[in-house]
């Protein structure tokens, strides 16, 4: 193994232990962002959702509100996106550099994305199963929970394993302004100085990532389609 | 018993109001199967649903049992609709559960014990006839079986009243009528008052007791089934009833001028309802042929059974002369049977 890298990936080994680092940031990064954004995309695609024109709780400006914020950070780039939002960052999580400065930007970045997610996956709930709640007496909240998130759940699986590998280029883009990990490594090292192997194999991981991301994902959309 | 008193809605879409229902008055007895029939935009849809209260009327109320629903808060007015069980065309179950958690659904969080609901449910996958599908998803059922489990969701909170929105339209024949006797099934043996809307005349024929016939938003006609079949009132009934009887082809062979209704001098084509067992087991035509001495010979022939009511019609082509004619009229009317003179040379 050792002489095989030697000979096919020499940089690859000069920066071992900075390419492990870089891939455990890349991991943090995902995973935290990723959370929050589920969190809040989920909530905030609900209550769109729901407060849309002729659904179960109609809210013309709370719908209003929702769909243009989505809408504006959506249309901003993210590399232009984490830039702007530095003095926001700052105030919130004290810097703007490293992993820690890119989690915020890349909730921002992320949430408005998985919230159009959300909404498409919930309207394609059929409105004849909320009437026949609705007939059964069942309450606003009841009718979420027991019919539109739980019926999605298929929908909605897909939505996240969408959105997560597209957070994933995410946090490489990251990398290019200051945040860690891989995407700042090939830049760093496979950009900056040309060390090819090192793009190549930061590439297999990045792959790696995604199959095991699909996987996962294609596993639960199959157990919970019936 | 559902009264609705001057009920109408209104739709406002893109700026221009549209009235689905006007001024409806309506009692539907308890106990009874109530159909409710016309064409689709009748507004009959939007009718049934003013009765849960999925869409508000306008105006009027909507008594049951004498309480007003539109007056009611939201949550008192949750508890009443589990008082109102309803059923769809599309069955509307829910795919990511198996049969027994549909039926389970509306059971769930309202403090009923685990074995209670499974007692409930089981006993009424039994009552509609799929207890082997407990385990099965919507998707691995046929439209009958999906209707099934339907009936039974919304049989789970014991309701008085069960509103069928064309349940029946997106089955085939042969299920429709097992789905009818379904639910005159449940009519009959849990006292559920039906409401049900069609479009389809056979379905009123199979189990309504009354019915009211709605075109353009009004009730133009209501009355018992055997009285909107054998006494139609209003062109639009009058059209529905011909749909469901192969007498309505006599028409068409009569526009079409076909060979079978080209008539000699002297020749005339009649129609002739009867009503009730009575008149269904006189042998009338061998009467008027013998006493008469005419020879009707018989085209169409038409029985149906309405509310345990026998109803015949009969098309009939005879060669009489104008005077004979008016006699066997006045005698056939008086053994109370319908005449009309459909077309004469």
Redesign the interface.
């Known amino acids: 193994m050792h002489s095989l890298m030697t000979q096919y990936t020499p940089n690859l080994l000069d920066y071992w232990p900075e390419f492990i680092k870089s891939i455990g940031e890349t991991l943090q990064m995902l995973f935290l962002s990723g959370i929050y954004s589920f969190v809040i995309g989920l909530f905030l695609g609900t209550v769109m959702v729901v407060t849309r024109k002729g659904n179960i709780l109609e809210n013309v400006y709370i719908y209003r509100i929702i769909d243009s914020l989505v809408n504006l950070f959506r249309s901003i780039p993210f590399v232009i996106l984490i830039t702007a939002l530095i003095p926001v960052t700052k105030l919130v999580v004290g810097t703007f550099i490293g992993v820690k400065g890119a989690i915020f930007p890349l909730i921002i970045g992320c949430t408005p994305f998985f919230i159009r997610q959300v909404d498409m996956a919930l309207s394609d709930i059929d409105p004849g199963l909320i009437e026949a709640a609705q007939s059964m007496g069942l309450s606003p909240l009841g009718i979420i929970f027991r019919v539109y998130l739980k019926e999605s759940i298929p929908g909605l699986a897909r939505s996240t394993t969408i959105t997560t590998v597209s957070l994933l280029g995410l946090t490489a883009m990251g990398g290019a302004v200051g945040g860690g990990g891989l995407g700042s490594f090939v830049i760093r090292y496979g950009h900056n100085r040309y060390y090819q192997d090192i793009t190549y194999v930061s590439v297999i991981v990045i792959l790696i990532f995604v199959t095991i991301i699909q996987f996962i994902g294609n596993i639960i959309i199959k157990k919970t389609s019936h | 018993m559902i009264q609705l008193v001057d009920i109408s809605k209104d739709f406002i879409s893109d700026k221009v109001r549209v009235t689905a229902v006007k001024d409806v008055n309506l009692t539907i007895n308890n106990g009874e199967v109530f159909g409710v029939i016309g064409y689709s935009g009748a507004g009959k849809s939007t009718l049934v649903r003013c009765i849960?209260l999925?869409e508000r009327p306008t105006k009027g109320k909507v008594l049951i049992d004498g309480i007003d629903l539109v007056q009611l808060k939201e949550?008192e007015l949750?508890?009443?609709?589990?008082k109102?069980?309803?059923i769809?065309q599309?069955f509307?179950l829910?795919?990511?559960?198996t049969v027994f958690d549909n039926v389970a659904?509306?059971l769930?969080?309202r403090g009923i014990s685990k074995e209670e609901i499974k007692e409930r449910v089981l006993s009424l996958l039994e009552l509609v006839g799929i207890s082997d599908k407990v385990d099965a998803?919507?998707?691995q059922l046929s439209g009958g079986q999906k209707q099934r489990v339907a009936i039974a969701?919304a049989l789970a909170?014991e309701p008085s009243i069960l509103?069928c929105d064309e349940a029946t339209s997106a089955l085939d024949p042969q299920t429709t009528k097992s789905i009818l006797k379904l639910l005159k099934e449940v009519n009959q043996k849990l006292g559920i008052t039906i409401v049900i809307i069609t479009h389809e005349m056979h379905v009123i024929k199979e189990i309504c007791d009354r019915v009211a016939v709605m075109e353009g938003g009004n009730v133009v006609e209501l009355n018992d089934a055997i009285s909107i079949f054998s006494n139609p009132q209003a062109q639009i009934t009058k059209d529905f009833i011909n749909s469901t009887s192969n007498l309505s082809k006599m028409d068409e062979l009569i526009e079409e001028k076909s060979s079978v209704v080209e008539l000699e001098p002297g020749q005339r084509i009649w129609r002739l309802d009867f009503l009730g067992t009575e008149a269904t087991k006189e042998p009338i035509i061998a009467e008027i042929s013998s006493k008469y001495n005419i020879n009707p010979s018989i085209i169409f022939a038409n029985v149906d059974v309405i509310s345990d009511t026998v109803l015949g019609s009969l098309i009939v082509l005879v060669t009489i002369s104008e005077q004979a004619e008016e006699q066997v009229i006045e005698y056939l009317k008086e053994k109370q049977i319908k005449v009309e003179v459909i077309k004469y040379a």
């Open positions: 849960n999925l949550k949750r508890k009443y609709r589990q109102i069980g309803m769809f599309q509307n829910l795919g990511s559960r659904f509306p769930k969080y998803y919507p998707s969701r909170t509103l």
